[in-house]
């Protein structure tokens, strides 16, 4: 019985005032960081060093030891110090028996070694417990107390026991914990680090090449062509007349490439008759990039919003309507207000705000502290639901601005449709197929599938 209770408390939380001591071998940046987070957090530290001498950079409540010495003082010890200079622990391998190792190290480049500096680590102390983490935590964000940005710690390892302690203790420093599992999870943990950006990479590069193409198109149509053939030069057109064209074709693109996968999705399972069979590789990753596309949809739009605003600004407009209000003086003539032209405008504006509120909705959601916070159904709901919604309003929107403009030979300089037209491909294509996949033709089979129903089950894997 004491024997069971015993455990139970080794995989508890410590909850009392007295914390164990913590060793960590290297005073650098970041082993004198978590020290002094440790310190401040409860924590007896002891450094173990080649120097026992006290240096004004070691926290002052810590004692620095000889490395034996340190280690012998402490069930956990912390190697803050760099692979290469592993060796060193081989002749302690007594002194470190059965005591917890928490390697902390970061490589230069992605899978620099073989084998991951924890399993390195493993092999030279084989008679101790080797556990990953820390190792996405900056000394910079644990001395200035800014967490926010990388409160999560990915721990990893074999022994449970060991584990949960180096756990209890990143909950102790008011961090996150998440269990990866065993020590093979190491390499990929300590590629997490020098991943820059890996899930908005290619929704970064998408985004660039669009908005090249389409301020080049743009430039064409607005400025090059306007200056060859009517002698105008619109060059300050590239400031903000042109920005404010391309915004909302991206922002509005992009919310559609953030719905079309799932289109992709009920396609191919509707046509294999079974959820059991793997999406095409291409498919998975632009399905798990959704998010970021979304956000940087929302980006867009907001820039288009402001542009928007500052146009009343502008000399260019200011010109247009003093000198379309002076003409109408010399030619004593009053232009009566049209009212299909003003519910026109009135309403292209009105489905530009709604359509703007929703994908403002549909960021905030998106964000752990409020996603946290609902259920999966509410979730769903904003992100499908009121999405598809967002999508219509905006998409309706373009139309409104820009639909007299379809069948008029004006609008088709050099042979071109003008931007707002191309804009609408991808979106009008999104909302047609989801319009027929949610027939209850269409709908039932493809619900029956997504519960577990299969076609041919012989061919599910």
């Known amino acids: 019985m004491n024997k069971n209770s015993s455990n139970i408390m080794a995989l508890a939380p410590n909850t009392s005032n007295k914390r164990e001591t913590v060793c960590i071998f290297g005073t650098g940046d970041f082993g004198r960081a978590l020290g002094h987070k440790m310190i401040q957090s409860g924590y007896p530290v002891v450094y173990g060093s080649r120097s026992t001498q006290i240096s004004n950079l070691i926290p002052k409540d810590a004692e620095v030891l000889g490395h034996a010495e340190a280690a012998q003082r402490a069930a956990i010890i912390i190697i803050a110090i760099q692979r290469q200079h592993y060796n060193f622990l081989t002749p302690l391998a007594e002194v470190l028996r059965g005591k917890v190792l928490v390697d902390i190290s970061n490589n230069l480049k992605l899978n620099q ?37 990388s409160r ?155 542009f928007t605003l500052v146009a009343p600004l502008r000399t260019y407009v200011s010109w247009r309507t003093s000198n379309r209000i002076i003409s109408q003086a010399l030619n004593n003539k009053t232009e009566l207000l049209n009212n299909t032209n003003a519910w026109l405008s009135d309403s292209y504006l009105a489905l530009g705000i709604l359509g703007y509120f929703l994908f403002v909705l549909l960021g905030i959601t998106s964000l752990p502290s409020v996603s946290n916070n609902v259920n999966w159904r509410e979730f769903r709901f904003v992100q499908s639901k009121l999405g598809y919604l967002a999508l219509i309003l905006c998409t309706a929107h373009t139309l409104v601005y820009g639909g007299k403009w379809f069948l008029n030979p004006l609008a088709y300089k050099w042979y071109l449709p003008d931007i707002y037209m191309l804009s609408l491909i991808v979106p009008c294509a999104v909302l047609v197929v989801k319009f027929v996949l949610i027939f209850p033709c269409v709908d039932k089979p493809l619900t029956r599938i997504r519960q577990g129903w299969e076609r041919n089950p012989k061919y599910s894997e």
Not at 113 to 121: G, H, I, K, T, V
Not at 197 to 205: H, N, Q, R
Not at 211 to 223: G, N, Q
Request: charged content about 15%.
């Open 113 to 149: 070694y073989p084998e991951s500096n924890a399993e390195y680590l493993a092999q030279l102390m084989p008679g101790s417990k080797v556990v990953k983490a820390f190792n996405t935590v900056s000394a910079w964000a644990l001395q200035s107390g800014t967490l926010d940005a």
């Open 152 to 306: 999560q710690v990915f721990v990893c390892g074999d022994d449970v026991e060991a584990k949960q302690m180096v756990m209890n203790i990143v909950r102790a420093l008011g961090l996150t914990p998440l269990d990866k599992g065993s020590l093979l999870a190491a390499q990929e943990i300590e590629n997490y680090p020098l991943q820059l950006f890996p899930m908005w990479k290619v929704p970064i590069f998408l985004s660039l090449g669009l908005t090249a193409f389409f301020f080049i198109y743009c430039l064409a149509l607005d400025v090059i062509h306007t200056y060859i053939y009517e002698n105008n030069n619109f060059s300050f057109f590239i400031a903000i007349t042109i920005p404010n064209r391309v915004c909302p074709v991206m922002a509005l693109i992009l919310l559609a490439l953030v719905y079309l996968p799932g289109i992709f999705a009920a396609i191919i399972q509707l046509y294999r008759g079974t959820k059991y069979r793997r999406f095409p590789n291409w498919l998975d990753k632009w399905m798990l990039c959704r998010k970021q596309l979304g956000l940087i949809a929302l980006a867009f739009a907001s820039l288009h919003v402001l």
